[in-house]
């Protein structure tokens, strides 16, 4: 049985298509790609460069390596956004079985979640093209802090491989907050049975995970470009740590605002029935009309009245919590210390 392929409205991105066409799984389509493009990096330095895998004019030894873990985060990236679409198609199907409808119908679900806005995409890819020059300009990127002209093979090369890269990045960071915000809403469909029916929302509660998860992965394999002296910019870090934790909060919190605002609307619709009940059997018992009690029905109430405002809001267990600070921890925490290796390995060679 084939593999579903990713579509996504109005139009699935190049790179999506490229990667339905590889028939790998997620991971192994990724090193595919980054072994597609370092391939074409040794052809162009043999061409172009001091020699295969060299890369004329720059301040760094063994730039090979810097360059394959680039190619990685490239390949990685695009997986990482395939692996996202996917899972999402998954949750939709798992969710479809509880939605009034006419959600239920697949097809308008799927049209619901998975599209975006075109002017968007563009935009924050023209973005990511710009954002390619600041390390082509690092004056600590080249031999005697002077960078060759923009016409310069390794210029051109640094720019355009980056340029791809950071388009491919910024709107597949897109995708996945679009995503987990249209998939939020569809939360106002769902059939609750109850108040206190938190599994009924489990879909959301794994979209939430497996974003941060997913990029907290791929943040990991970035975090290695700060090991080797001179191979990362280092004022762009401090960006980077920032933009990348806001990005995880979002892609966490997204997917879980629709189920919040679900339950905390059952919440107050029960919590206004049990009181409206708890006064009408107060005023009878204040009326002494016993007989019509039911033997403590006043105090069943109060102490369901005590459950129901003890009822959580969101859609998540601490377990949930914990594991989303654990993902973010191994996110953030291999970049601050890739940061910390490379910053004492350039102390002790001064």
Known sequence: MSRPRIEIEPLTPWSLRLFDRIPLPAFWAGVAIAAGVFAVFLLYTALLGDGLGRLAGVA????WVAELIQDGFLGFAIAVVAASVRGARDEIEALRPVLAPPLRDATDLHKQVLHYPRALLIGLGLCG????????LSPDMWVGGRRPGWTHPTVAWLLLRNAVTWWIVLRGMALDLLIGWHFSRVAEHVVLADPFDR???APFARRALRN??????????VSLTYIGPGWAVGPLMALGLATLTSFALAAFLLPLLGPHARLRAAKQAERARVRA???????????RDAGELGGGRLGDLVAYEARVDAASEWP????????????LALGLGSWVGAGLVQHFVETALR
Do not use: H, K, N, Q
């Not at 093209?129 to 082509?136: D, F, K």
């Open 277 to 287: 009940a708890i006064r009408v059997a107060r005023d009878r018992v204040l009326a």
């Open 60 to 63: 760094f030894a063994w730039g």
């Open 212 to 221: 941060v998860l997913l990029w907290m992965l791929l943040a990991v394999w």
């Open 199 to 201: 599994e009924v929302f």
């Open 129 to 136: 093209l710009l954002s390619a020059i600041p390390s082509a």
């Open 316 to 327: 998540i267990e601490t377990s949930t919590l914990l594991r989303f600070a654990f993902y």
